[in-house]
Antibody, heavy 116, light 112 residues
Framework: EVQLVESGGGLVQPGGSLRLSCEAS????????MTWVRQAAGRRLEWVAN????????YSVDSVKGRFTVSRDNAKNSLYLQMNTLTAEDTAVYYC?????????WGQGTVVTVSS | DVVMTQSPLSLSVTLGQPASISCRSS???????????LNWFQQKPGQSPRRLIY???NRDSGVPDRFSGSGSGTDFTLKISRVEAEDVGVYYC?????????FGGGTKVEIK
């Protein structure tokens, strides 16, 4: 079964950090471009960051540039999102997904809440 | 960024009746490879989005054939031929032709 499982979300204070993980199974992870998408309450889905199959290229939305870093470990079939200097605007459900142009597979999401 | 505009914001449909959702993009979604990366997703309460249609009109495996996608360029439509109770949720269009990928604001479908 093709599956993505996120973890690492939680409550963090403004200015804090979190590292999200996404474990993949059921498909050849090392051949897949991967992406993070977030959904804040009452707002539309927002693409956050993208990484190519071997990890050599990463892209992120302007609002997280310099604060968020996407990475991967193909040996562990895992995708990561290191989030630093978090603000209330980063509060959302974070999803990992496969193939950013078509997004066929999504994880169940992990909740990030930034609040004091 | 490409702006994706969906209409209507919400739709109240009688069971068995058709429904149609429009999605317009601020730029043509024809990519340099000739493909149009316009996708449709369904999100039920408490669940992650599920892709229904990819590249305008291709239905995903397991998606009922009452769902269909059409359109070209900047103008796209998702149709449900006969709405069933299980179709309740929010529907999003999304473009992957231009960087960054962007989503429409969503259309909430409910049963009248």
């Amino acid at each position: 079964e093709v599956q993505l499982v996120e973890s690492g979300g939680g409550l963090v204070q403004p200015g804090g950090s979190l590292r999200l993980s996404c474990e993949a199974s059921g498909f050849t992870f090392s051949n897949s471009h991967m992406t993070w998408v977030r959904q804040a309450a009452g707002r539309r889905l927002e693409w956050v960051a993208n990484i190519n199959s071997d990890g050599s290229d990463q892209y992120s939305v302007d609002s997280v540039k310099g604060r968020f870093t996407v990475s991967r470990d193909n040996a562990k079939n895992s995708l990561y999102l290191q989030m630093n200097t978090l603000t209330a605007e980063d509060t959302a459900v974070y999803y990992c997904a496969k193939d950013p142009r078509v997004l066929p597979i999504w994880g169940q999401g992990t909740v990030v809440t930034v609040s004091s | 960024d490409v702006v994706m505009t969906q209409s209507p914001l919400s739709l109240s449909v009688t069971l068995g009746q058709p429904a149609s959702i429009s999605c317009r993009s601020s730029q043509s979604l024809v990519f340099s490879d000739g493909n149009t990366y316009l996708n449709w997703f369904q999100q039920k309460p408490g669940q992650s989005p599920r892709r229904l249609i990819y590249m305008v009109s291709n239905r995903d495996s397991g998606v009922p054939d009452r769902f269909s996608g059409s359109g070209s360029g900047t103008d796209f439509t998702l149709k449900i031929s006969r709405v069933e109770a299980e179709d309740v949720g929010v529907y999003y269009c999304m473009q992957g032709s231009h960087w960054p990928p962007t989503f429409g604001g969503g259309t909430k479908v409910e049963i009248k």
